[in-house]
């Protein structure tokens, strides 16, 4: 290759976000669920619904485990698609609509275009820690703007509680209360955001609260609603059960950092679940939050979402569920089961890790070359 043209392949590169080798550094668990779920463009596709629907949660957490996997062309494309399909082609002046697919007519359009306050947090968070990482400007102007404008329409102050994030901008303010959602703030996204403004920080004070008080006998509700009178309460339209949405609380909190601010305190307010899961075999599918009665069993992947909390708790539970990973896996296609699978499985294999103010330490960022 002559020297002009070596110097312009360079300059091309530069302008892009490098690729590492897939060979060195890739994520085999990542690149499996691409190839199930994920479109040539970027949609992350929930095969469980007629609809074959996309959630913002969805691209989401696409995003967030493409940055685990090193995958920048994959990130980008998962970008792409949730920009112009979901934010009307602008990310800075438009959260993102929860809900995709195809509508009763056959046409693919949005379905729901409320936000969900989760997915935005993970999408802010993702485009920060890609920006740094990656050392890629853009990503980190675009998650702080989607941060501020998540902030602007989500965030309310409470009566007797305070400033606290509402799942979505419309539908959860009414003359009972506020409803409110204890997985939708994980903690070590509030303390990156901290860095940033401690508006987040107030909110990361107010959310120990939910999950405590919200918590009586350590586990979690899906759902709560706060009342200006009576404080918690249940929700009015799921009660007290902790399933699908409530995993995802004992999930955040089994992967803070040894160090992280009040990781000892909660780890230790939820550790009947750990304790339950050791007694049964297994995480139990619902359990009731005010009585602490269980039902059913819970899905695989609820055994990888506990991976953490189990191994932070040194409990000997933690080998009967990475067994049961291993031994009955779920559907390639299985939308949330994987999901839940890739969070708590790769923090289990040490492909991330997060540290006490929230940023992301990728493996691959001590053993893969730039």
């Known amino acids: 290759m002559g020297r002009l043209a070596a110097l312009a392949l360079s300059v091309t590169l530069g302008a892009l976000p490098q690729v590492v080798s897939a060979a060195t550094c890739n994520w085999p668990a990542w690149d499996s669920y691409k190839k199930a779920m994920m479109s040539a463009d970027g949609r992350i596709i929930d095969s469980s619904s007629a609809q074959l629907i996309t959630t913002s949660e969805g691209q989401s957490y696409g995003l967030f485990f493409a940055l685990v996997g090193n995958d920048r062309q994959g990130f980008a494309k998962i970008l792409d698609w949730t920009r112009n399909n979901l934010a009307q082609g602008n990310l800075d002046k438009h959260l993102p609509a929860w809900q995709w697919g195809q509508s009763k007519s056959g046409k ?8 969900a306050s989760d997915s935005d947090l993970w999408i802010a968070y993702s485009l920060l820690e890609a920006g740094r990482l990656w050392q890629w400007p853009a990503y980190i102007a675009q998650g702080q703007n989607m941060l501020w404008r998540s902030a602007a329409q989500s965030l309310r102050t409470l009566p007797g ?5 509402l799942p979505g901008d419309v539908g959860f303010d009414s003359d009972q209360g506020w409803r409110l959602n204890p997985s939708y703030m994980p903690p070590q996204l509030l303390a990156r955001f901290a860095q940033i403004s401690p508006v987040w920080a107030e909110l990361a004070s107010n959310q120990q609260r939910l999950l405590i008080e919200g918590s009586p006998k350590g586990f979690a509700p899906d759902w709560l609603l706060w ?20 995993i995802r609380v004992y999930l955040w909190l ?20 750990v304790n339950l899961t050791r007694t049964l075999g297994y995480p ?3 359990v009731d939050a005010i009585t602490g009665t269980y039902t059913g069993t819970g899905p695989v992947g609820f055994s990888g979402a506990l991976l953490p909390l189990l191994a932070s708790a040194d409990s000997p539970a933690l080998a009967v569920q990475q067994a049961r990973v291993q031994q009955d896996p779920p559907a390639a296609d299985a939308y949330y089961n994987q999901s839940l699978l890739l969070f708590g499985q790769g923090w289990d294999q040490q492909r991330y890790r997060f540290d006490k103010d929230g940023r992301l330490s990728p493996a691959w960022a001590n053993t893969c070359k730039n």
């Not at 509680?161 to 994030?165: D, P, S, T, W």
């Not at 089994?254 to 679940?273: E, I, K, S, V, W």
């Open 108 to 115: 693919w359009q949005v379905l729901d275009s409320n936000n």
């Open 227 to 246: 009342q200006a009178a009576g404080g918690w309460a249940p929700d009015p339209k799921d009660g007290s059960a902790g399933d699908y949405d409530a």
């Open 254 to 273: 089994g992967m803070l950092a040894p160090d992280a601010t009040n990781r000892q305190t909660l780890q230790q307010h939820f550790a009947p679940m």
């Open 284 to 286: 139990p599918e619902s």
């Open 161 to 165: 509680l305070g400033l606290m994030l």
